[in-house]
């Protein structure tokens, strides 16, 4: 097949939302369709006009009632579904992007892309690394795990740090963040399969299945019988309550996600917060999108890990756009294995 | 009548514990009893001998089932309770106490007290300003405010602050020191006439009576339109849950004290920790114990304040030892107005 170019009208094939979603997205909840696109930017419009190479699937994008002031709507009426993603500029009506360069941040689930937020997208200076990994490990999960491990957990050498959905896009980065500071690092993870690579593939030093624990409390205790001195939560609910009971004095606890609340009706209460006063913890929830001037930082220190092979990541990855739907309901469900990225093309 | 003094043996009246208290103490878990006292320390011992002048009641006076480790037993079968107090030295083993020497500190609920855990001892050097405030604004509870205030709220002129409790021991200092700062303090307390006072009295911009509100939420929304910077949590349960949901960000939450809990089988679970992650909310437990090495900051920040005027401070004052047990017991179900403190003697 002969490469789009600018100018030409192609075929761009789509997921759309069917409505706005409450909550948790279900396959049923977006629809495939396929459009006929101009590859050009409308005239005076400082947008750019990208293919879509990889899609990502991430926990946050979960959909609300209606739109809401501040927040991204990932899912509305007849439109393609919003998300991270890596792409190639086709077209470019803003100063700082070209045709050719590559960029990861906001698009949209189709093949062809009308950026106008441009402000959300960064240029792909390193490509001798997988493309796909700015999807993750070098785009916005790795820069969550970085700035909340680096920024929020105060970690230092000797700490006994506990990870929550450990093999998700972010845990399995904490962790190994971690090992490579001389941390003792236990993850949690939904299946048995998960639970070796943890193990034997990421560095951990232990790691559990939460599926197979009826009291996460006596888990912990098993896994951190001196007590938890970081806890990075990216579950909630109940398994916050048992880490609550097992901290050390002074633990940090980095609120990242809580996707063990996401599809609840009404969220579980948290009942052991009295142990906050009696450890002295800090606990501090944290956006990564007051993180990103801390990028270049981030790129520096992590490209060599990835190219001296000391840091590892697992990803989840399916074939053409239409795949989405059901990659993305398999990451709330856990059934995913690893970071999820959907792939379009290959450039 | 005479003083009493050193090596004379005195009668002693006592508030004795019936045995270990599993949480809030009623006033029949406590008998009053009379001793024989010498005032002397024995031989070789480093203790001091003191005649108790104010008794603290505090609200971390709760018991436990059994002694802990690391934790003051506070309750114990046929044993004096312990709690803060002033104190007189009338004879001393310790080379840094001498008779005369006025302390506060750890005592025992006694008219004389042997005290040989002197280092919980802090000698009084200021008595222009009443004694009975080492039990409450120049003592524990006024370190508790300025270190949880300004340790761990990271506070600004112009913040909007948020304080429940607000008319207890540490909570009417945590309110003055935001007037002091130029933050917009709003209190709650448990009747109409500590909301009077708090408004009337001690400067808080704004108050009300929780009791009076069916939802904590909408209460907050009324008096923050804007929200809360900082929420100086001295109850915890439902109010903290709707504390959560009106945070702004990059938000604080001093955790001090969960009173609506302690007497609870079962803690209330707490469900809009999300919001922490929402607006990157910092939300940390502290213990005045950490924080004593401020204690000299303090008080040269804290006294010219009292002699000035600018800081007010109501005391519950109830003179005798046998007001004792129901004092203490009052403070736990709201009836108290203000610090609570036992007067025994005035030197």
Redesign the interface.
Same mark, same amino acid.
């Given at each position: 097949m002969a490469l789009a170019r600018a100018g030409e009208v192609v075929s761009n094939k789509q997921v759309l939302a069917r409505d706005y979603i409450d909550g948790i997205p279900k396959e049923s909840d977006m629809y495939l369709s396929t459009a006929s696109t101009k590859l050009q930017v409308p005239e005076g419009s400082e947008a750019v006009l990208v293919k879509n190479l990889y899609l990502s699937c991430d926990p946050y994008m979960r959909g609300a009632k209606k739109p809401e002031p501040g927040r991204i709507t990932f899912f509305a009426p007849n439109s393609p579904v919003v998300g991270y993603g890596v792409s190639k500029v086709l077209a470019s009506g803003h100063p700082d992007f070209r045709e050719g360069d590559l960029v990861w941040g906001i698009t949209t689930w189709e093949e062809y892309s009308l950026i106008t937020r441009t402000e959300s997208l960064f240029k792909i200076h390193h490509t001798d690394v997988p493309l796909s990994y700015y999807t993750g490990i070098l785009g916005m999960p790795g820069m969550t795990a970085y700035a909340g491990f680096y920024g929020i957990c105060s970690p230092k050498k000797g700490d006994f740090v506990y990870i929550s959905s450990a093999f998700g896009a972010v845990g399995q980065l904490v962790g190994q963040f971690a090992k490579l500071l001389g941390c003792y690092v236990v993850g949690s993870a939904g299946s048995k399969e998960k639970v070796e690579i943890l193990k034997n593939k990421l560095g951990f030093d232990e790691a559990f299945n939460y599926k197979e624990e009826e009291d996460y409390d006596a888990a912990l205790k098993r896994y951190f019988p001196q007590g938890i001195d970081i806890y990075f939560d990216n579950v +909630?609910g109940k398994m /916050?309550d048992a880490a609550l009971l097992n901290m050390r004095l002074h633990g940090r606890i980095a609120?990242? +996600? =809580?996707i063990s609340?996401y599809d609840l009706e @009404?969220? &579980? +209460?948290?009942?052991? /917060? =009295?142990? /906050? %006063?009696? &450890?002295? %913890?800090? =606990? @501090? +929830? *944290? *956006?990564v999108y007051?993180h990103y001037h801390l990028y270049p930082e981030f790129l520096e220190t992590v490209l060599p890990y990835i190219r001296q092979g000391k840091i590892d990541y697992v990803e989840h990855i399916t074939h053409g756009i239409e795949t989405g739907p059901a990659a993305l309901v398999g990451l709330f469900s856990g059934l995913n294995f690893g970071k999820s990225v959907v792939v379009l093309a290959q450039e």
């Open positions: +909630g /916050l609120v990242c +996600g =809580m609340q @009404e969220h &579980q +209460g948290v009942r052991n /917060l =009295m142990h /906050l %006063i009696y &450890q002295r %913890i800090r =606990m @501090e +929830g *944290f *956006f007051d």
